[in-house]
């Protein structure tokens, strides 16, 4: 059964920093595109960044130059590091795999809230 949990989201300052986590099983992890998407409320699912197996990486406008997403092959998971964050942050953020064949996986969410 395919897993990916996510952990991280938390209420952060405007201006601060966080770091999301999703763990995945090995398989997923070695062979599937992973990214990251959140929705707010009133809003569609929109990718916020993803990364390859090759290591390629894609931003959406919005967070190109303060979120970055790495991963860790040792423990299988990715990370989306959050800078400089604001009130437009705020969404669950959700862990996603996918194939380019239509295959996908999705987390559970995780809540990140930005209020001073």
């Known amino acids: 059964q395919v897993q990916l949990v996510e952990s991280g989201g938390d209420l952060v300052q405007p201006g601060g920093s966080l770091r999301l986590s999703c763990v995945s099983s090995?398989?997923?992890?070695?062979?599937?595109?992973m990214g990251w998407y959140r929705q707010a409320p009133g809003k569609q699912r929109e990718l916020v960044a993803s990364i390859t197996p090759g290591l390629y990486r894609n931003y959406a406008d919005s967070v190109k130059g303060r979120f970055t997403i790495t991963k860790d092959s040792a423990v299988n998971t990715i990370y989306l590091y959050m800078h400089k964050v604001s009130p437009e942050d705020t969404a669950v953020y959700f862990c996603?795999?996918?194939?380019?064949?239509?295959?996908?996986?999705w987390g559970q969410g995780t809540q990140v809230t930005v209020s001073s």
């Open positions: 996603k795999a996918w194939t380019n064949s239509g295959t996908s996986y």
């Open positions: 090995p398989s997923i992890f070695s062979s599937y595109d």
